[in-house]
């Protein structure tokens, strides 16, 4: 599956599940009492200890009892079967904030591919709202097994090495 | 009157290990003494647990009045866990290191019914998640542990470790080396898999230039085992466990040595 044809499977997918898709770049409305948002972007790298330039980002507000399971699905909308390949889930308690959290760096075969984090605010009644991060990089070298980022395919014959000749990555 | 065993399992959200084995011993000591404070005979309490489930298994729990307790013991139980870290994640206030997802209760084929964590019991639960989501309705607690395993979940910790150490075992043959599986290494793998698969990789040779006991520690934070010949010599392979099936271990091979050799590059 093409690297564009990954994002496009992904927004699909978390359309279905009544998230409004963000266009890449828009800054995180005020929380509402219900959201639902996803959208690819290209973000400043080196700060989530996720690997490549790209993430998708998913958050739900409050986070279903199946926010994990939705998660799990979404990768098979992206080409990889689960069946096939190891998760890990490590533990992950998020940066210090005001709010609780925990959640998981989840490994893909070993390596970084995704966090999820649930932030539980509200002492009387708390709830859970769920935050993910993707690295589609990742995504994509396992959806069409590749080894470096600059071999995936971007769109049909043009690669990622290609789009980003030039920008040292 | 007859004495049916009884089953109670706390199905989680991936659970750290670290709780998953003092939750276990919670639950076993709590049960004994809420099933002597209620004067409940049982044949025997056991206890289990996996980086997703917490187990209770009560053999030989009298049927009749009596049995009735199990409603009040089982959901008490839950809430006296306690974990190095946990967070009330939904109104009833129950602390829980992830969210809990299930409660299955039951005395032979009786559900054991009561509300917990937002939650009704059940006689319903989950197997491998690793082949996709699928439900397991348990017909009878003594055939808990039976439709678990057909689940591709084996949930018994003693049971999961006799698994690891003949498939390390068996690997080991196969590879005429010896791969270093220490009990503590062992033990830190136990709560990462419901089903643990063996993995074998390679990495390159390069990297045992590197002093012995520097490339033991990285593959022993990565909850890999190292391999080595009858001298002690460490060889370029490494064994791990993935959780689910054998299919595709061409991709967690692959994957696992990639993480490797990245960690020991950084340390190179």
């Not at chain 1, 963000?22 to 948002?37: D, E, H, K, S, Y």
């Not at chain 2, 994640?89 to 084929?109: C, D, I, M, Q």
């Not at chain 2, 390159?204 to 006991?213: N, Q, W």
């Amino acid at each position: 599956m093409d690297f564009q044809e990954i994002i496009l499977k992904l927004d699909r997918y978390w359309a279905r599940q009544g998230c409004a898709l963000l266009p890449p770049g828009a800054a995180r409305p005020r929380p509402a009492a219900r959201l639902c948002l996803a959208g690819a972007a290209r973000l400043a790298p080196g700060n989530d200890g996720l690997a490549g330039l790209y993430r998708y980002r998913v958050f739900l507000s409050p986070a279903p009892a199946g926010a994990r399971r939705a998660f799990l699905e979404s990768l098979r909308a992206a080409g990889i079967d689960r069946s096939e390949h190891d998760l890990r889930w490590l533990p992950f308690d998020g940066p210090d904030g005001p709010e609780a959290a925990a959640g998981w760096n989840v490994l893909l075969d070993g390596q970084a591919l995704a966090s999820f984090l649930y932030k539980v605010s509200g002492a009387g009644s708390p709830q859970a709202s769920a935050e993910i991060l993707v690295s589609l990089e990742r995504l994509a070298l396992a959806s069409q097994r590749r080894r470096s980022a600059g071999e995936l395919s971007w769109a049909g014959r043009l690669t990622y090495g290609e789009l980003h000749a030039g920008e040292g990555e | 009157m007859t004495a049916r065993d009884a089953v109670f399992e706390i199905l989680a959200e991936n659970l750290p290990g670290a709780g998953v084995r003092s939750a276990v011993e919670q639950l076993k000591k709590y049960a004994a003494e809420e099933f002597a404070r209620r004067s409940l005979p049982c044949g025997g309490l056991e206890a289990y647990g996996t980086c997703r489930r917490l187990v209770l298994y009560a053999a030989g729990v009298p049927a009749g009045p009596q049995a009735k307790a199990l409603a009040e013991i089982f959901p008490l139980l839950l809430g006296r866990l306690e974990f190095p870290r946990a967070l009330a994640w939904e109104p009833s206030g129950l602390r829980f290191p992830r969210p809990v997802r299930g409660l299955a209760a039951l005395h032979g084929e009786r559900l054991v019914a009561f509300s917990a964590a937002g939650l009704r019991s059940g006689r319903v639960t989950e197997g491998q998640e690793a082949l996709g989501p699928r439900q397991v309705k348990l017909a009878a607690a003594e055939k808990y542990f039976k439709a678990l395993e057909h689940a591709s979940v084996l949930v018994q910790d003693a049971r999961r470790l006799e698994a690891m150490r003949g498939a390390l075992a068996a690997a080991s043959r196969r590879m005429k080396l010896e791969i270093e599986a220490g009990e503590d290494a062992l033990g830190e793998n136990l709560y990462l898999a419901e089903y643990p698969v063996p993995v074998v990789s390679a990495f390159s040779h390069e990297f045992l230039a590197l002093p012995a006991e520097r490339l033991r520690a990285c593959l022993r934070e990565l909850l890999f085992f190292p391999v080595s010949d009858a001298a002690g010599r460490l060889q370029p392979y490494f064994a791990a466990f993935r959780d689910g099936i054998s299919k595709g271990q061409r991709n967690v091979e692959d994957g696992f040595r990639a993480a490797l050799e990245s960690r020991l590059q950084q340390i190179k």
